[in-house]
Nanobody, 129 residues
């Protein structure tokens, strides 16, 4: 059973940066589709960034974060990251790590919550103006 533990959230002023981490156990990040989602109060959970298995080396981002966020993996640490730069107040949300099985395939483009099998508990990101 895969377990995902997020960390790195916090409060930052607009324009600042944060790096989120998702440490995986019982699961190999390099061999599976993974992503970051976020959910703001009163809103649905939305995909932020998705990354495929290492052989495919493909990533996808929500339009709202393109050019500001970067998703990456550390094979040795079996950890997924989300580097967030130029943060805006509208980025405020609970951020969740999500893991699927196998390569992403159409999941890379659908950005659907139910495409992912395992979830972390989330880490809060608050951006103040």
């Amino acid at each position: 059973q895969a377990q995902l533990v997020e960390s790195g959230g916090g409060s930052v002023q607009a324009g600042g940066s944060l790096r989120l981490s998702c440490a995986a156990s019982g699961y190999t990040v390099s061999r599976n589709c993974m992503g970051w989602f976020r959910q703001a109060p009163g809103k649905e959970r939305e995909a932020v960034a998705i990354t495929d298995i290492d052989i495919d080396d493909t990533t996808a981002y929500a339009d709202s974060v393109k050019g500001r966020f970067n998703i990456s993996k550390d094979h040795a640490k079996n950890t997924l990251y989300l580097q967030m730069n130029s943060l805006k107040p509208e980025d405020t949300a609970m951020y969740y790590c999500a893991a699927g099985v196998g390569n992403c395939g159409v999941r890379m483009f659908r950005h659907r919550r139910d495409d992912f099998d395992y979830w972390g508990e989330g880490t809060q990101v608050t951006v103040t103006s």
